[in-house]
């Protein structure tokens, strides 16, 4: 079975500065998904970044990016330029082939400061 | 514009009671989904379905059912509910098939409270 490891619960960061949040997967699959989704307190969860671990390029979405590391079997989301918007629960996720059956981390809080 | 609806969005039940959450997607995706989300559990995997009368039980699906009589709806019931599933749940759905992303659309979440 996939198991997702979020091992920062939580994270804070000053408005304009850069985070990183850590994640960390294990699987015998060769062929998957990683994601990263932003709970807000509106409770909706969002897709913010999506990566095929078949490509070696790292996913970039405007102020977000991740660090692939596939032999690590690492995924960390990177937000540049940070605001207050940001401020959410985020949510790493790994995802095989049996489309959509997600295994999520336990999720971060980013706190963001003015 | 296509979309996932959950209902009720919050629901108090007592204890030993039936629940029903609702389902509906308009999306036309086969894959349906059921997740609960706690504090420190994630959102873990209650049930799921790949298509009209197809269900499969995922990693917490004791004390929960599924049925699937249609591509829309994938309703959710707790046949006596316990303070245990005092959660919030997300139904959910995406797309099978080559190019397919992997990726989940999610309802808004319906928040269950049992006492």
């Known amino acids: 079975a996939q198991t997702v490891t979020q091992s920062q619960p939580e994270m804070s960061v000053q408005e304009a500065e850069t985070v990183t949040l850590s994640c960390t997967y294990d699987?015998?699959?060769?062929?998957?998904?990683l994601f990263w989704y932003k709970q807000p307190p509106s409770r909706q969860m969002i897709l913010v970044i999506r990566q095929e671990a078949y490509k070696q390029q790292n996913a970039t979405e405007n102020r977000f990016s991740v660090n692939f590391q596939k032999a690590a079997k690492s995924f960390s989301l990177k937000i540049s330029d940070s605001q207050l918007g940001d401020a959410a629960m985020y949510f790493c996720?790994?995802?095989?082939?049996?489309?959509?059956?997600?295994?999520f981390g336990q999720g971060t809080i980013l706190t963001v400061h003015p | 514009d296509a979309e996932i609806t959950q209902s009720p969005r919050h629901k108090i039940t007592e204890t030993g009671r039936q629940v029903t959450l609702a389902c509906h997607q308009t999306?036309?995706?086969?894959?349906m989904f059921w997740y609960r989300q706690d504090l420190g559990h994630g959102l873990r995997l209650i049930h799921y379905s790949y298509g009209v009368h197809d269900t499969n039980k995922g990693e917490v699906s004791d004390g929960y059912s599924v049925s699937r009589s249609n591509t829309e709806d994938l309703p959710l019931t707790l046949e006596s509910a316990a303070s245990s599933q005092t959660s919030v749940y997300f139904c959910a759905s995406s797309a099978p098939g080559t190019g397919n992303t992997g990726e989940l659309f999610f309802g808004e979440g319906s928040r269950l409270t049992v006492l």
């Open positions: 996720a790994w995802g095989g082939t049996s489309y959509g059956k997600l295994t």
């Open positions: 999306w036309n995706h086969n894959n």
């Open positions: 699987t015998s699959e060769s062929d998957y998904y």
